[in-house]
């Protein structure tokens, strides 16, 4: 899974946020009442900024959920059971991928 936001921001928007990620704004909203690992600051406006830190909590939600299938009270048990854990070897995965589809790109230049 490769989401697709510019670095080095200190905040990101919900749109930006359901855009990355291919989903509904709404389900950004859900995710974030139901876990309680999300925590987005909200403006004056009452408006969602998510920080990095938020984003990599997401990427670890919507990697349980939409990619191994996790039901959320499932989700939810993994993360508060094992979070580190967790956090530990979805980081691990993530750099395989990144460095997987470099080599790819590398060979498709030779």
Known sequence: MHIDLPEGKLYYSIGEISKAFGVNASLIRFWEKEFEILKPKKNAKGNRKFTPEDVKNL???????????FTLDGAKTHLKENQKKTLDKFEIVQKLELIKSQLTEL???L
Do not use: P
């Not at 990427?59 to 299938?69: D, M, S």
């Open 107 to 109: 060979k498709k230049q």
């Open 59 to 69: 990427k670890l939600i919507f990697h349980l959920v939409k990619e191994r299938g």
